[in-house]
């Protein structure tokens, strides 16, 4: 007969499961970690190509020039 003032010794378990927590949190900050470099060198990379692209764009626009008195002919338009 077992005896009921006898505590089960459950500390192996609660060692497993603090190390194995540990290893995960561990894990999913590294991936964290690893995916947000690849995401700022991806974003740095089209933020070149944009800037390289606006500064092409921005020679071949032609600025309008228009006088005061022009300006009540546009509005009306």
Request: glycine share 6%; net charge positive; proline share 1%.
């Amino acid at each position: 007969m077992k005896n009921p003032f006898k505590k089960q010794d459950n500390s192996n378990i609660l060692i497993a499961g603090l190390a194995l927590g540990a290893i995960f949190a561990g894990a999913i900050t590294y991936l964290y970690i690893k995916r947000k470099a690849d995401i700022d060198a991806a974003a740095a990379e089209l933020k070149a190509h944009a800037q390289d692209y606006l500064k092409n764009k921005g020679a071949q626009m032609k600025k309008h020039k228009s006088d005061i008195s022009e300006l009540a002919d546009i509005v009306q338009h």
